[in-house]
């Protein structure tokens, strides 16, 4: 399994912007799918967003549809979720997670590699 860290969590005003990364250890980062994840105080840890290892494949939860993007580099081992038009709902600490040669990039349950996790707050 690979070794997972993020960063890039803060607190920021809403409709404020943030980008959280997520590098990790080892050299077969490129055969991860990799996702974000995000658990607010009181709630089940839930999907946000995902990226295939094999395509690039992206896929996101409802919620932060059209303000949130996946990418990734394999050459920096790193994935990216930047975040726009952020929301007082959007506070939580985020996971990155890896999946590999995860296919099914919302199910939580597949994902073998997290990381400590990044508190994002935004305030109102």
């Known amino acids: 399994q690979v070794q997972l860290v993020e960063s890039g969590g803060g607190l920021v005003q809403a409709g404020g912007s943030l980008r959280l990364s997520c590098t990790a250890s080892?050299?077969?980062?490129?055969?991860?799918?990799m996702g974000w994840f995000r658990q607010a105080p009181g709630l089940e840890r839930e999907f946000v967003a995902g990226i295939s290892w094999k395509d690039g494949r992206t896929s996101y939860a409802d919620s932060v549809k059209g303000r949130f993007t996946i990418s990734r580099d394999n050459a920096k081992n790193t994935v990216y979720l930047q975040m726009n038009s952020l929301k007082p709902e959007d506070t939580a600490v985020y996971y990155c997670a890896g999946n590999l040669f995860g296919r099914r990039l919302e199910n939580k349950g597949e994902y073998g590699s997290w990381g400590q996790g990044t508190q994002v707050i935004v305030s109102s």
């Open positions: 080892g050299r077969t980062f490129s055969t991860y799918s």
